[in-house]
């Protein structure tokens, strides 16, 4: 009776190793251990086996058993391992081939939209001056939006703004807003790590208004730069370079006029010469506001956690529509966020261009 019972285990033994891929092992485990297998059989055949031998009988096929499973398990994981370093090796992807110019023939190209674009092209050229990208939230406590920039309760800029605030959060203790700016992102930026800090924050903002020229959401990009020795020269400098390169004019003209915002000092609103009959930039003796700068307030850098006295820096804030709008000539901006693919496809960047930084400037 043993014979059999060892022969059964040697030959599925081998079947188990001569096993080359899952299937092939599953047919020998059904073979063995499914419902007409051979070790199956032996073990229904107990009942047949003499009382005083049936205790070691089926003790015996137990072990021959639990060895096949063991050894079908074993078997299964190679197997496995195996078939999953043949499939990546079938699916390997060069990452460095350059992606193709034009899509495969029938395919609808897409386009990147003119936001993002944008987004795209000041991050390549702010880079290229050292700066990272730093984010935060767009719903936003009221102490970073406003206190921590020297805009306390009651301070009139509130009322500028046109804040949509958020019902209070039960427990939290402080208010929550739809952030009016990305100029929070600065606070945090700064509770964050030290200086010396080069960031820019590309991203949403919120205010109440709603016309041809207003839209409830719409995005900015601040700008953050803290150092030892940052003066006034150095936020000119780099705001000239990045208006010429982004709107790749090397002769653009650009006014520094004095303005105020409670988290600089001094202040100054950027404005960059244009045609106001033709809309053509860099001509003409009309002059167009683009952005808002200054250096960054004593009180702004001491709410921070930041020592006035040992750090300063500049900071700026820009609509990336409105910067959009004029480089594209798009006239009118309710339809950056109407999805009317006729509108993207004319507007948008090709997909697969990559973005390079032209040589104005
Ligand atoms: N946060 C200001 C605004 O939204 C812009 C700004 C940013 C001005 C940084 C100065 C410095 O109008």
Redesign the pocket.
């Given at each position: 009776m043993s014979d059999d019972l060892d022969a059964i285990r040697a030959s599925t033994e081998a079947a188990v190793a001569a096993a080359s891929d899952l299937r092939g092992l599953d047919a020998v485990r059904v073979g063995a251990l499914g419902k007409s297998g051979t070790l199956t059989a032996l073990l229904k055949g107990l009942g047949a086996v003499a009382p005083e031998e049936r205790k070691a009988r089926g003790a015996a096929v137990n072990a021959v058993k639990q060895a096949v499973e063991r050894a079908l398990e074993e078997r299964r994981g190679a197997l496995e391992a195996a078939a999953l370093d043949a499939r990546l090796l079938a699916e390997r992807l060069d990452v460095s081939l350059p992606a193709r110019p034009h899509p495969p023939a029938g395919a609808e190209s897409g386009a990147i939209h003119p936001i993002a674009r944008t987004v795209e092209e000041l991050t390549a050229i702010f880079g290229a001056m050292g700066f990272t990208v730093a984010e935060g939230p767009d719903i936003e406590s009221d102490w970073y939006n406003f206190n921590a920039?020297n805009i306390p309760a009651h301070h009139p800029a509130r009322q500028d703004?046109d804040t949509f605030y958020l019902p209070p959060a039960h427990g939290a203790g402080f208010e929550t807003v739809l952030r009016?700016?990305?100029?929070p992102v600065?606070a945090r930026t700064m509770l964050a790590g030290d200086p010396p800090i080069r960031v820019i924050v590309p991203g949403r903002?919120y205010r109440a208004d709603h016309d041809a020229t207003h839209s409830p959401m719409f995005h900015?990009v601040?700008?953050?730069v803290l150092d030892r020795q940052i003066t006034l020269g150095h936020l000119k400098g780099c705001l000239i370079d990045f208006l010429r390169v982004f709107f790749n004019i090397a002769d653009l003209p650009v006014r520094f006029r004095a303005s105020y915002?409670p988290?600089?000092e001094p202040?100054m609103e950027v404005d960059i010469g244009w045609d106001r009959r033709t809309g053509e930039l860099g001509r003409g003796s009309d002059w167009l506001e683009i952005?808002?700068?200054?250096m960054?307030h004593p009180k702004v850098l001491a709410n921070c956690g930041i020592d006035p006295q040992e750090w300063q820096g500049?900071?700026?804030?820009?609509?990336i529509e409105r910067i959009t709008m004029l480089k594209h000539g798009i006239p009118d901006l309710r339809p950056f966020y109407e999805s009317d693919v006729r509108w993207l496809r004319h507007y948008g960047a090709p997909a697969l261009a990559p973005f390079t930084l032209h040589d104005a400037g």
């Open positions: 920039l703004q009016t700016h990305t100029s600065q903002t900015q601040e700008g953050l915002f988290f600089t202040s952005l808002g700068s200054g960054v500049f900071a700026f804030g820009m609509g």
